[in-house]
């Protein structure tokens, strides 16, 4: 079945500090992948998704590349702020079969950034 | 944007009672609402995806008598925890997916979750 593995969190950062969040992923055909974002207290938010190999999903300076061949799709972000601060999650949807649609949901990672 | 809302945002109860939660899509309709349990620290686990006007599909685990869905129109969907006890206290969170793509491509909107605390 569809799998998403995310690094264990927490992850503490200083603002301005550079951020990489790892997600790997197991799936058959072509899944499209994404990044959401939880704020404490709140639901999940759309952070930014790619639908196909090699495309990067980019939004409020994060990114993330969909790497086929390493079946991967890390989130980046170059300078974080405080405001930053909140859940990840890497998520993908599958291209067919029984999960057709289904969204599955790595472990989510808690961001820190301080001042 | 699209918004979805759930209805109540936090709700304690006692044991043996039953529970309904109510999800909105407020400016959009929606075809297919899911339905998500989230335990502290810990992933969304996808529980049932219900599309408007028939039974909810329910994934492997889930019991069906104990987590009734119903989607009776495009804006609304209920999950009602029946008989809950405290294992079943969790945080629920609804997503509603627009009509645009497919079920393949449509994209989900959450809504901010329900979180159930059973004494």
């Known amino acids: 079945g569809n799998s998403v593995t995310q690094m264990e969190g927490p992850v503490t950062l200083s603002e301005e500090a550079f951020l990489t969040i790892n997600c790997t992923y197991t799936?058959?055909?072509?899944?499209?992948l994404f990044w959401y974002v939880q704020y404490p207290g709140e639901g999940l938010q759309l952070l930014l998704k790619?639908?196909?190999?090699?495309d990067k999903g980019s939004n409020k300076g994060f990114e993330a590349t969909y790497r086929k061949e390493t079946t991967s799709f890390h989130l980046e972000k170059g300078s974080v702020q405080v405001s930053d601060s909140a859940v990840y999650f890497c998520?993908?949807?599958?291209?067919?079969?029984?999960?057709?649609?289904?969204?599955?949901f790595g472990q989510g990672t808690i961001l820190t950034v301080h001042p | 944007g699209a918004v979805v809302s759930q209805h109540p945002s936090r709700v304690i109860c006692k044991s043996g009672t039953s529970v309904k939660i109510e999800c909105r899509s407020l400016?959009?309709?929606?075809?297919?609402m899911f339905w998500y349990r989230q335990f502290p620290k810990q992933s969304l686990m996808l529980m049932a995806t219900?599309?408007?006007?028939?039974?909810?599909?329910?994934e492997q685990g889930v019991e069906k008598d104990k987590f009734l869905i119903n989607h009776a129109s495009l804006t609304l969907s209920t999950l009602t925890v029946t008989s809950a006890h405290p294992e079943d206290s969790s945080f629920y969170i609804c997503?509603?997916?627009?009509?645009?793509?497919?079920?393949?491509?449509?994209?989900?909107?959450f809504g901010p979750g329900t979180r159930l605390l059973v004494l």
């Open positions: 219900s599309n408007e006007g028939s039974k909810a599909t329910y």
């Open positions: 997503s509603a997916g627009s009509l645009a793509g497919g079920p393949g491509r449509q994209t989900q909107y």
């Open positions: 790619a639908t196909k190999a090699d």
């Open positions: 799936a058959t055909g072509y899944p499209s």
């Open positions: 400016d959009f309709q929606a075809t297919t």
């Open positions: 998520a993908l949807r599958s291209a067919g079969g029984t999960s057709y649609g289904k969204l599955t």
